[in-house]
């Protein structure tokens, strides 16, 4: 049994063709227009196929398929088709469209697997829109995903407002999580995003873990006064601290990280924002991943010690506020092994590697057993226009999945 490769490239097409925007740019961010139209394309694609569609109420698109035996435990596979602003055709879309692709190779095929089956459209998985992402899989893991119906998104809209697209809201987001015993594993395709497999020349990653991700909102309070008229000696700048410690960032995580350590600020703002006016206050956001929570702790104490300490010099005053933590987290050992031997049956090279970048997976391996495929991301670029994953890449790492699905539909899950 293969997948049909040349039909997941097309589908890849046609989903990154629903973000078209007025401004020439690709972008399906979580509950807009755009990303509502690449759902209902997915569900018509699911629908085709025999599938009941339903949307839960954290908003996951689920579409399932049955098994020779509907009562057992559901194989899930699944990923997001929310995208970050700009983003590319790959992220998040093939799986989704490589778990349609392993039922649809299924039907045309005539097999029906032990297991029923469910792909998963996970809801805003990037985050960007709110400052926080994973929210369907945290319902359907049953942790909470900490929103509320009046919270602002970066454009001022409430949440529960935006959420009607979905036709869900806060408050019934726990309503979604499903019993551990009813899912045999979840099993996630993606594109690597970053350069390792890309540099090896190797066709397939089997993730071995996924880093922890800790954020931030850093608040430096100075004085606003006048950019004429102010000597540099009598200045409160809160833009001068806050930009001192952030070139101070790379120092610090390369001194007491490791290769996979990354802290970044992605996002700054100042006020009161005028051409003529000194920053009087100046907030940005932090975000600190790792895949040893410790090697994580030790770089938020250093690098708050280091803002206290630049703070200190130009004599302004400064915020610290965790605004989320996720662990880092490993793959689980059975199906990480199931992958494994999908990729040794199928004589593809691959190599065990680590996930830099978060994913569904990260929440959906503290419930369920999880584990998930990477293929190539050309130049390790990803959340860009310009990521590019070769045909050859995604058809290998359908056929990882469609593999994989075999292997676990024959197998026991470990107690
Ligand atoms: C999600 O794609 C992330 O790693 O930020
Ligand atoms: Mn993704
Ligand atoms: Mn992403």
């Avoid at 997948?3 to 972008?27: H, M, P, W």
């Avoid at 209902?40 to 949307?55: D, N, Y």
């Avoid at 793959?331 to 978060?358: C, H, N, R, T």
């Avoid at 369920?368 to 390790?380: C, D, H, L, Y």
Wanted: charged fraction near 25%.
């Amino acid at each position: 049994m293969k997948a049909n490769g040349k039909r997941v490239v097309s589908r890849l097409e046609e989903i990154y063709q629903c973000g078209k925007k007025e401004d020439g740019t690709f972008t399906r961010m979580a509950f807009s227009p755009e990303d509502v139209k690449g759902r209902k394309l997915f569900t018509s694609w699911a629908q085709k196929l025999g599938m009941t569609c339903r949307i839960d109420e954290a908003g996951n698109l689920i579409c399932r398929m049955a098994g020779q035996d509907d009562s057992l435990p559901a194989i899930l596979m699944g990923s997001h088709l929310d995208t970050v602003p700009d983003g590319g055709k790959y992220d998040g879309v093939l799986g989704c469209v490589g778990g349609l692709e392993v039922c649809e190779t299924f039907k045309e095929e005539g097999y029906v697997p032990k297991h029923p089956i469910e792909v998963i459209v996970f809801t805003d998985e990037e985050g960007f829109r709110f400052g926080k992402g994973l929210t369907g899989s945290s319902g359907i893991c049953g942790q909470n995903p900490e929103v509320s119906d009046s919270e602002l998104d970066i454009y001022g809209e409430e949440r529960g407002k935006v959420m009607q697209s979905y036709g869900i809201t806060s408050a019934n987001m726990l309503k979604a999580a499903k019993d551990p015993e009813s899912v045999h594993c979840f099993i996630e395709l993606h594109v690597e995003q970053g350069a390792r497999l890309y540099k090896t020349h190797t066709s397939v990653g089997v993730v071995s873990s996924i880093a922890g991700v800790n954020r931030y909102d850093v608040t430096v309070t100075g004085e606003a006064n006048h950019a004429g008229s102010t000597a540099m000696a009598d200045r409160k700048d809160a833009l001068v601290a806050a930009a001192g410690f952030i070139n101070n960032i790379p120092e610090v995580t390369t001194e007491y990280g490791n290769e996979f350590t990354v802290a970044t600020v992605g996002t700054i703002k100042v006020t009161p924002h005028s051409v003529n006016v000194i920053p009087g206050t100046c907030t940005f956001s932090l975000e600190i991943r790792d895949q040893d929570a410790k090697v994580m702790t030790l770089i938020e104490q250093k690098l708050q010690a280091s803002l206290g300490d630049i703070c200190k010099k130009y004599e302004v005053s400064y915020t610290f506020v965790p605004t989320s933590f996720h662990e880092p987290a490993p793959m689980s050992k059975w199906v990480k092994g199931s992958i494994e031997q999908a990729v040794k049956e199928l004589g593809i090279d691959y190599s065990v590697i680590p996930s830099g970048a978060f994913h569904d997976s990260l929440i959906m391996t503290s419930v369920f057993p999880t584990g998930m495929i990477f293929v190539p991301s050309e130049k390790g670029i990803s959340h860009s226009r310009y990521e590019f994953t070769e045909d050859g890449d995604i058809e290998n790492g359908c056929n990882v999945l469609l593999k994989t699905v075999l292997n676990v539909d024959n197998m026991e899950k470990p107690c």
